[in-house]
Structure formats: C-alpha cells, structure tokens
C-alpha cells in the first residue's frame, strides 16, 4: 500500500503542476488572448463575457496574480474551463463531454488489445529465440517509429479507399443512424472503430513484444525456470513461470507508455474524422480557441492520472512484494 | 575457459586467451559487427547529409505553383520526380527543403534533452538526499504529464507572436523529453556511487564535478548514447505531430507540415489515392526513426549480450549441428561454425 500512497501523491503533485502551468502559460507568453477571442466571436460578445475573458487570462484586471490564481481554481473546481471561442456560446465542458466518450472507449480498447497481444508475441518471440519472430522485429520498429497519424493515412488508403472494407471517417454512419442502443448503430460504431483501433494497435504493440521478449529472455535464465524444465513439467507451464515474473516491468511501463498512446490516438482520430477529443483539438488549433487547447490539456492529463493509477493497482496486485512493505 | 552447451554432442575447444597489446584500442575502432548497427549507422548518416545538402538539391522552390491551369496532384512524372500537390508545388523539392528542418529540431531537441538528463539523473545520483528527491520527483512528474498535449497549448500561444524557429522549437520539445533519461542514468550512477575507484578518488579529496565527469560519466557513454537516440526518436515524432496539426505555422516546411496539406487535401481518401504526396515524408519520418532504434537495439544488444538473436537463429544452430531447441538456465556460448563469425 505504501507504493500506492506514494503514487498518489506524485499524481496530486503533477495535477497541481498541469493546472498551475495551464495557468502561467498564457501569461507567460506575448500576445492577447482576449482579442483573438472577440475576434472570433464578434457581434455576439456581451461585456460580461469580456469581463470573464479578461480574468481568465489576467488582462485588464485589478485583481493580483495570486487573486487571479484562486480565482481561476475556484472556477476549475466548480467544472468551469471557460466558454469556447469556436463553438460559442458553449462552455469547454460541455464541448469536451461530447467528445470524452469517444476517445476513452477507442483508446481503452485498443490499448487493451495491443497490451494482450504484445505481451503474448513478446513471450513467443523470447521462447523460440532466433525464430521468424525476431526478423519481423525491424519492420514493427518501423511502424513504432513512423508516426500514428501516418500509419493511419497508410490503412485509410488501403483499407478504405482501396480495398473498402471499412468506412473512411467519421464515429458512425451519421446520414442515416442516430444514436441509440439499437443493432443498426451499434455495428455501424464497431465498423467505424476498426480502422482506428487497428491503428493504435499497430503503432503501439512493438513496444511491448520488444519490452515482453527482453525481460522474458532475463527470465528464463533464472533457476526457478530451469527447475521447472528439469521436472519434466509441460511448456505451457514452463512458460508460464517465466511469464508470470517477466510481465511486471510491462505493466509498471505502462504509465510510460499510456502517455504516448493518447498522444497517438488523438492525432488518428483527427485522421479518422473520428468525433473524440483529437477531432475538437484540431478545431481548436484552426480557430485559436485557447480555453478549448487548455481544457482538453487538463482533461487529458487528468485520464491520464488515472490510468496510471488503475495500472499501479493492478501492480500490487499481481506483485505481492509491494504489499507487504512495512 | 571453456564453452558452456546445455546438452548436444558439440565437443568443447577451449578458446586460447588471446590478448595481444594494443589489440583492444584497435577492436574500438572498429565498426561493431551488428547488422543492426551498420544499417542504422548508414541510414541516420544518410539522413544527415540530406538534412545539409538537401535544400541546394531542391530543382524548385517548394512553395512555387509549376502552372496555374490545374487543380489535382500530379503523379510522379519525369519533370517531378515525386509528382506535385494540389497547387502544382513540386513534391521532392518539399520533401529536401523539409528534411532541414525536421532533423535539426530532432538533433537540437535530443542534444539538449540529453545534456539535461546528464546534468539531473548523474546529480541525483551521485548526491542523493534531497536533492536526488527533488530530481526524480521532477522527474517523476515530467513522465506521467502528457507531453504533446502541453507542447500544443506552449506552441499554441507561442506561435501566435513568433515566426517558427528550428532552435527555440527544439529547445521547446527538449522540456518534455529528459526526464526518461535522466531517470536511467540516476538508477546506473546509484549503482556506481559506492564501487572502489569512486570511493577513493573522494579519499584523495576530487571534487565532487570531476569524479561525476571522469569517474562516473565514462561508464554511462552507452546508457548517455541510447537514451541521446531516444530522444532525438522522441524529437521527430513530437516535432512532426505538432506540424501536422498545424500548432506549428504551415508554410514552415517540415516533414510533418508536407503531411498537414497532404491529410488536408484528403488525399488518402480520394478515388485515386495521391499516394506520392504523403508517402514520401511519411516514410522519410519512418525510416530515420527506424535507424535511430536499430542503432538503440545495437547498442542494448551490445551491453546485453542475452538479446542477441544473430548466432543463435535456428539456421546457425542447425549448421552447428544442433537440432533447434529452447534454451534454458545459463546462456549458451556456442563458437561460431569454421569461416563465420558470429554476428
């Protein structure tokens, strides 16, 4: 439990460090924020949006940049990130709560499929060393190394265009379906999430073969396997000794590894037109509409946080030696 | 000294220790056998010399409209080599003027990624106590924040009010990327903080600075090495996503800008797939992160001689005269068959 404190705290400090950068970076840099707004939004500003404009960004106020600070964390605690300049009159909340769910379900899915599957070929590639696993190594490097959103164009034209077998973009099939928990949307989702999942899975999965194959190859020298060998018991369980110890480093990597991976997915929806939060950020960047920028930065490290969290559970679960530190 | 074989009929020739003076400074020198390591070695050279002479190769400026009288992406073609954009700009001319660019941030962004998680993780590790408490908290931190996301909104206000410059995006993107670093090196010179030769060069009274840079920092060249690749891989990716969302001025020609147009254009999802248009930076981006890893793979296989597949590949084996078969406990040191060194 004392790993899982200790995590937490580091989780509460980096929060407090995204929130309070969030806070400085407009500051910091030149340039006003407010002009660009009402320049997006002219004709439909009312002064009391200026006025909260100016306070979020520190401009024209009497108020002291620590007064500004508690301001501005007494709004985010009350969920309030602002209004977006691109889709305004709306707040940043209420845009992004349209946009979480898609993310969350195709990153979360795609992560867990590339995980398994990594995980399972990394133990195959380090049980039979040398085998055409190994060879297959570089071009798996290759699609680690291109970026997501190249990947992305490569199966859109293939798997889309050319061979049509999935649609090109967008969540669903929005000229005729509506959403609702009805067979016809359903799988028209599932058919648009392909392409995309398949995606993440393949920009992802090289690290964790390679991660899977070098600790396993540490694994197997070790006594315990050996023994295992030399009692006659079968592969599967040989393997499955050596497994069970090389699959922790994995899943303490994890919290390196989810980082990229949103990273990634967000520039493949934008690829996919896929209605997540990498679509409304590419809106976003168009327009200049900072509170949004801003907004889905904090939400982003935030799922993140989590993330990291559930993977720390899931670590001391599996390894009893965190657990039992006084 | 003698070879070590699981099980098999492979009689043991014992292997004479043959060391002859000034052998070894030679065997530094050498180019390493690794077939991964001289392609990645070629490859990233390659992209360097282009990154230099690129932009004098260009036949037309990348921002030129050849004619006025069409609207589609010409294919490849004797007079562009690589076809055009929609606006009829010649494809390899983006493509060498934008190699610039994307490899100088990467560079600049990986030197100083590095020298930072030098300077913090050899800190934290050799004096511990708080300071190595602040370091990796910091560090700590630096690894669980997502990184693109931060530089969109740093770059978002930045690019407002400044014209795109390869230094100061570089130096940007180098913010997010030490901290992986940094924390590798700490864990190595924890390990090294204690071992005789540290401890009696403090006897003698060195200052603290020069056993971290003469004791210490000798013995971290290949971690210092993967962990430089690592962050210039880190640069490109960072470097071209940014570009291609547009965070970074458009008209700025990188690798990642000429994909920006490219995706905007839909032009993986037209009726004729304008392959020519987003391949080539695509796979320009691929193929020098691919060298960088290759040479990382290299590097760790080169410390840690257990990844090595090359010797052992069932080919090898079965020329041994061994039958294919997993190995377990100790590995194997296996001589290599007459007339083929072992990779």
Do not use: C
């Given at each position: 439990?004392?790993?899982?404190?200790?995590?937490?705290?580091?989780?509460?400090?980096?929060?407090?460090?995204?929130?309070?950068?969030?806070?400085?970076?407009?500051?910091?840099?030149?340039?006003?924020?407010?002009?660009?707004?009402?320049?997006?939004?002219?004709?439909?500003?009312?002064?009391?949006?200026?006025?909260?404009?100016?306070?979020?960004?520190?401009?024209?106020?009497?108020?002291?940049?620590?007064?500004?600070?508690?301001?501005?964390?007494?709004?985010?605690?009350?969920?309030?990130?602002?209004?977006?300049?691109?889709?305004?009159?709306?707040?940043?909340?209420?845009?992004?709560?349209?946009?979480?769910?898609?993310?969350?379900?195709?990153?979360?899915?795609?992560?867990?499929?590339?995980?398994?599957?990594?995980?399972?070929?990394?133990?195959?590639?380090?049980?039979?060393?040398?085998?055409?696993?190994?060879?297959?190594?570089?071009?798996?490097?290759?699609?680690?190394?291109a970026p997501y959103f190249f990947v992305a164009i490569l199966i859109v034209a293939v798997f889309a265009t050319k061979l049509g077998w999935f649609p090109q973009n967008s969540g669903?099939d929005t000229t005729?379906?509506?959403?609702?928990?009805?067979?016809?949307?359903?799988?028209?989702?599932?058919d648009h999430?392909v392409l995309p999942?398949l995606t993440?899975?393949v920009?992802?999965?090289?690290?964790?073969?390679?991660?899977?194959?070098?600790?396993?190859?540490?694994?197997?020298?070790?006594?315990?396997?050996?023994?295992?060998?030399?009692?006659?018991?079968?592969?599967?369980?040989?393997?499955?000794?050596?497994?069970?110890?090389?699959?922790?480093?994995?899943?303490?990597?994890?919290?390196?590894?989810?980082?990229?991976?949103?990273?990634?997915?967000?520039l493949t929806e934008i690829v996919f037109s896929y209605p997540?939060?990498g679509y409304?950020?590419l809106q976003?960047?168009g327009?200049?509409?900072?509170?949004?920028?801003?907004?889905?930065?904090?939400?982003?490290?935030?799922?993140?946080?989590?993330?990291?969290?559930?993977?720390?559970?899931?670590?001391?679960?599996?390894?009893?030696?965190?657990?039992?530190?006084? | 000294?003698?070879?070590?074989?699981?099980?098999?009929?492979?009689?043991?020739?014992?292997?004479?220790?043959?060391?002859?003076?000034?052998?070894?400074?030679?065997?530094?020198?050498?180019?390493?056998?690794?077939?991964?390591?001289?392609?990645?070695?070629?490859?990233?050279?390659?992209?360097?010399?282009?990154?230099?002479?690129?932009?004098?190769?260009?036949?037309?400026?990348p921002?030129?409209s050849l004619t006025t009288n069409s609207g589609l992406p010409h294919p490849p073609s004797?007079h562009n080599l690589l076809g055009t954009t929609q606006v009829q700009q010649d494809v390899l001319s983006q493509l060498?003027?934008g190699?610039?660019?994307?490899?100088?941030?990467?560079?600049?962004?990986?030197?100083?990624?590095?020298?930072?998680?030098?300077?913090?993780?050899?800190?934290?590790?050799?004096?511990?106590?708080?300071?190595?408490?602040?370091?990796?908290?910091?560090?700590?931190?630096?690894?669980?924040?997502?990184?693109?996301?931060?530089?969109?909104?740093?770059?978002?206000?930045?690019?407002?009010?400044?014209?795109?410059?390869?230094?100061?995006?570089?130096?940007?993107?180098?913010?997010?990327?030490?901290?992986?670093?940094?924390?590798?090196?700490?864990?190595?010179?924890?390990?090294?903080?204690?071992?005789?030769?540290?401890?009696?060069?403090?006897?003698?009274?060195?200052?603290?600075?020069?056993?971290?840079?003469?004791?210490?920092?000798?013995?971290?060249?290949?971690?210092?090495?993967?962990?430089?690749?690592?962050?210039?891989?880190?640069?490109?990716?960072?470097?071209t996503?940014?570009s291609f969302l547009g965070?970074?001025?458009v008209?700025?020609?990188?690798w990642g800008t000429m994909l920006y147009w490219a995706q905007s254009a839909q032009a993986a999802q037209q009726v004729h797939i304008e392959w020519w248009w987003f391949l080539p930076p695509g796979l320009a981006v691929g193929?020098?992160?691919?060298?960088?890893?290759?040479?990382?793979?290299?590097?760790?296989?080169?410390?840690?001689?257990?990844?090595?597949?090359?010797?052992?590949?069932?080919?090898?084996?079965?020329?041994?005269?061994?039958?294919?078969?997993?190995?377990?406990?100790?590995?194997?040191?296996?001589?290599?068959?007459?007339?083929?060194?072992?990779?």
């Open positions: 439990m004392r790993l899982i404190a200790r995590r937490l705290v580091l989780y509460l400090l980096t929060a407090i460090v995204a929130i309070t950068v969030n806070f400085f970076i407009p500051r910091l840099m030149p340039g006003n924020p407010v002009e660009v707004a009402i320049g997006h939004i002219e004709g439909q500003v009312t002064p009391a949006t200026i006025k909260a404009l100016d306070l979020q960004y520190g401009i024209n106020t009497k108020l002291g940049l620590i007064g500004q600070y508690f301001h501005y964390l007494d709004q985010l605690v009350h969920g309030n990130l602002g209004i977006s300049f691109s889709s305004y009159p709306a707040t940043v909340t209420s845009v992004i709560r349209s946009a979480l769910p898609w993310t969350l379900g195709l990153v979360g899915i795609a992560t867990i499929l590339s995980f398994v599957a990594g995980t399972l070929l990394g133990i195959a590639a380090a049980w039979r060393r040398g085998s055409w696993l190994d060879n297959l190594l570089p071009a798996m490097t290759f699609f680690q190394a669903y005729t379906l509506d959403p609702g928990l009805n067979w016809p949307f359903l799988s028209s989702l599932l999430a999942a993440i899975v920009g992802s999965i090289a690290g964790w073969i390679i991660g899977m194959r070098n600790m396993m190859l540490t694994t197997m020298d070790e006594d315990y396997v050996l023994i295992a060998a030399a009692k006659g018991l079968s592969n599967r369980r040989v393997i499955s000794y050596a497994a069970r110890n090389a699959i922790l480093p994995s899943v303490s990597g994890f919290s390196l590894a989810i980082g990229f991976v949103v990273s990634g997915s967000l997540g939060i409304i950020l976003a960047i327009s200049e509409d900072y509170p949004l920028l801003q907004g889905i930065f904090l939400i982003i490290t935030f799922a993140v946080l989590g993330a990291n969290l559930i993977a720390d559970f899931t670590y001391s679960f599996l390894d009893p030696r965190t657990r039992q530190e006084a | 000294m003698s070879a070590i074989t699981g099980t098999g009929p492979l009689t043991v020739e014992p292997v004479e220790p043959v060391i002859k003076p000034g052998r070894r400074r030679n065997r530094m020198l050498q180019l390493p056998k690794s077939t991964k390591i001289r392609v990645g070695l070629g490859l990233a050279l390659f992209f360097t010399l282009l990154a230099i002479i690129g932009p004098y190769l260009a036949p037309f400026n921002n030129t004797i060498l003027a190699g610039r660019s994307t490899i100088l941030v990467s560079l600049i962004s990986g030197i100083v990624a590095t020298a930072l998680a030098v300077l913090f993780g050899v800190m934290a590790g050799y004096y511990g106590g708080w300071l190595d408490d602040l370091l990796s908290m910091l560090a700590n931190i630096f690894l669980v924040l997502p990184a693109l996301p931060l530089l969109i909104v740093i770059f978002g206000f930045l690019s407002k009010s400044t014209s795109p410059n390869d230094v100061l995006i570089g130096l940007v993107i180098s913010i997010t990327g030490w901290a992986f670093g940094a924390r590798v090196l700490r864990a190595q010179t924890l390990s090294m903080r204690n071992r005789d030769y540290v401890v009696s060069a403090k006897i003698i009274g060195e200052r603290g600075w020069r056993i971290m840079m003469f004791e210490i920092l000798p013995n971290l060249v290949p971690i210092v090495a993967t962990s430089f690749l690592f962050t210039v891989i880190y640069g490109v990716g960072a470097y996503a940014l965070v970074i001025s008209s700025h020609w990188s193929l020098f992160g691919t060298a960088l890893a290759l040479l990382n793979f290299g590097i760790d296989e080169f410390i840690n001689p257990r990844l090595r597949a090359a010797g052992l590949s069932r080919r090898a084996l079965r020329r041994a005269g061994l039958p294919p078969r997993v190995q377990l406990g100790l590995t194997p040191v296996l001589r290599a068959p007459e007339g083929r060194p072992s990779a």
